[in-house]
């Protein structure tokens, strides 16, 4: 049999067989259709070969004829929803180039075309200066691979075939491409780098096909200047110190740098080399759009969003484009920007969500990721063993899914997804009740019970900033505590019950503080990087993180009293925060792993050894748990489903 007979993914096999996913996949488990897996894939990634398929139809002929094809009333395909995001997308659009004074024609301003309708997850699409050429990230082979496509001919190629280190961090810019489009440049990360060598790195593979190189060890991001002479790139160094380097010559030159503990990303040159423009800021959700000239001079901030903001990308000569959240968390979503004016409005409406965004170099072809994902909350014990997939059980919701779970003393409260905002609800025998209305308003983090269960603490973002809460566990009016500081992160209740522990700004000075819950002034126990504490429950230890250096950040301690408490040394991935002691134990369960694939593991903190708790596959990301009394592991879990659109900007 040959490549021209095989069919790669569900959706083919079904479309070959005029049914749908459903019901190809409950033939081939109940009646042996011949559906082939590949052995070294955890996903289940599948194929079939035609002449298989015809022969078995074939033999079944009568029997299959009962079953009516599938209907268009049945639920929506991710192709559906990617053509419905994409209408959106094409509706925002529209919109834009009427409010630019640009003409009306929607057939002559743009097209919109899915690029990819791969099963699982497609991510951080690039595209070549020329346009002709998209490379992304895909799991469509089990693990996530770097893919290539020439637009318009449907054909996908696997660049690293499973050879690369991890690839993705969704905090930057993981691909892109060179100049001439002879080279996809590749974010790479390793965890266990040898000595004295950087554990990121940028690194290059042809685009053709062929052995990965090391283009700029240390490098994180590496964006060139039109002309061609020149590139900007950055490294893991505290603030991103971010350097210059001519095209010929090996000579690199420092420019700029942020403060400590904040970060400078997606670095992107102005059509006319003039400017160079980047995200900068405390990472993920306190970012914004600068720019500054090439020799460094005359760094200046450009919006006023302190969210997510990220991939910035030139539409026109003074046009750039780029993703962000909303002041309440809500996105992120397409916005465009106006580099004279300084004006900025959101292009994209409705439903879809965005997680990368590029351009060619002319601004005609935009690619674009849209992002559908779905949260679950889960459940499992912590043993002495590593825990496998079916060690995980899933815990009933009356709503539709749930993020950042909370233990109480005989309830559990989550978050949940409420229109343009969140709500918090509380799931006590079974039932479930909303504790607040919902708003336009983001949780940061999660909700924190108090130690007698009757009080939770939450932390809201809206445009009134970000606020300190306590609201009765039984519901009503939340209490604002704390009005003075400029909350940062998710807070946690102090062992006595009398006071709430949370980071912050004061004097736009960053402090982790004491806030009484009478409505007492709040006091300072340390001053510095201190985010996400977490008290051990005799309350003589307090753990926290630091705002991290790269893609990783460490965890420290202290005593009561504010005092530095020595700890064997633990780093962890940016993207796994959150850190949970072990009841009535000196040890902590936190996420180890990549930026976006994490386990849980158990660590004590006396002797600084760990050992790992779960392996579970990369269909699911956990991005937040809770530990109870008795040892389990309360978690949410997303499942992701993305595509890559293809943005046609034919008016411009």
């Not at 052995?211 to 200047?225: G, I, Q």
């Not at 160094?237 to 420092?254: H, I």
């Not at 009356?398 to 993020?403: A, F, H, I, L, S």
Request: charged share 25%; glycine share 10%; net charge neutral.
């Amino acid at each position: 049999m040959n490549e021209e007979d095989r069919l790669g993914s569900w959706k083919a096999i079904a479309a070959y067989v005029k049914r749908d996913v459903t019901t190809v996949q409950r033939w081939e488990k109940r009646e042996g259709m011949p559906v082939r897996r590949h052995q070294h894939d955890k996903r289940g990634s599948v194929y079939a070969f035609r002449s298989e398929l015809d022969a078995w139809m074939a033999s079944r002929g009568s029997q299959l004829a009962a079953e009516r094809p599938a209907t268009i009333r049945g639920p929506l395909t991710p192709a559906t929803l990617a053509a419905f995001a994409a209408l959106l997308v094409a509706v925002g659009l529209v919109w834009w180039f009427r409010r630019e004074g640009a003409p009306t024609d929607s057939t002559a301003l743009t097209r919109v075309v899915p690029l990819t309708d791969f099963e699982g997850v497609e991510q951080a699409a690039s595209i070549s200066r020329d346009g002709r050429f998209v490379a992304f990230l895909s799991d469509k082979d089990g693990k996530l691979d770097a893919w290539i496509t020439q637009v318009g001919t449907g054909e996908f190629h696997n660049l690293t075939r499973g050879t690369a280190p991890e690839l993705h961090n969704p905090e930057l810019r993981s691909l892109g491409f060179t100049p001439d489009g002879s080279l996809v440049t590749l974010w790479t990360r390793v965890t266990d780098p040898a000595p004295g060598a950087s554990p990121v790195n940028l690194q290059a593979v042809p685009a053709i096909g062929g052995p990965m190189r090391m283009l700029r060890a240390a490098a994180v991001e590496m964006d060139w200047s039109r002309d061609g002479t020149q590139a900007v790139f950055h490294t893991p160094e505290p603030g991103d110190a971010t350097y210059l380097v001519e095209a010929d010559s090996r000579t690199v030159k420092r420019i700029h740098a942020a403060a400590r503990g904040e970060h400078c990303h997606f670095q992107v040159w102005a059509p006319d080399d003039s400017f160079i423009y980047f995200a900068q800021g405390v990472p993920p959700d306190e970012m914004d759009l600068w720019r500054m000239r090439p020799d460094g001079s005359g760094a200046e901030r450009l919006t006023n969003h302190r969210s997510r903001v990220m991939f910035p990308v030139f539409v026109g000569p003074t046009t750039l484009w780029y993703l962000a959240t909303t002041e309440e968390g809500a996105g992120p979503w397409l916005y465009s920007f106006d580099v004279e004016k300084r004006i900025a409005s959101r292009i994209s409406f409705g439903i879809e969500q965005y997680t990368s965004l590029a351009a060619s170099a002319d601004g005609r072809r935009v690619v674009a990721t849209v992002e559908r994902s779905k949260a679950s909350l889960w459940r499992m014990r912590i043993g002495d063993g590593v825990a496998a997939e079916t060690a995980a059980r899933r815990i009933e919701l009356p709503t539709v899914g749930g993020r950042s779970p909370r233990v109480g003393p005989d309830y559990l409260v989550y978050v949940m997804p409420k229109g343009t905002g969140y709500s918090i609800w509380k799931l006590a025998g079974g039932a479930a009740t909303e504790l607040t209305q919902g708003s336009d308003a983001r949780v940061v983090g999660g909700a924190a019970v108090s130690p007698e269960g009757g009080q939770i603490a939450f932390v809201e973002e809206s445009r009134e900033g970000t606020r300190l809460f306590m609201l009765d566990a039984k519901g009503g009016v939340p209490k604002r505590l704390a009005a003075e500081i400029e909350i940062r992160g998710a807070p946690i209740w102090a062992p006595e019950g009398g006071s709430i522990t949370v980071a912050g700004l004061r004097d736009q000075k960053r402090q982790l503080f004491r806030v009484p819950v009478d409505g007492g002034a709040p006091t300072t126990i340390l001053a510095g990087d201190a985010l996400n504490p977490l008290w051990s429950s005799d309350g003589k230890l307090l753990v926290y993180s630091d705002t991290g250096v790269g893609p990783t950040f460490e965890v420290k301690a202290a005593n009561a009293d504010g005092t530095p408490h020595d700890i064997a040394p633990l780093t962890l991935p940016r993207g796994s925060k959150r850190i949970s002691f072990v009841p009535g134990r000196h040890a902590l369960v936190v996420l180890q792993g990549e930026m976006r694939h994490v386990n849980f593991w158990y660590v004590d903190l006396d002797t600084g050894q760990q050992r790992q708790l779960s392996d579970f596959g990369r269909e699911f990301q956990i991005a937040d748990f809770d530990v109870t009394a008795e040892g389990d592991i309360v978690f949410d879990r997303f499942r992701d489903n993305s595509d890559i659109a293809l943005i046609e900007l034919q008016g411009r």
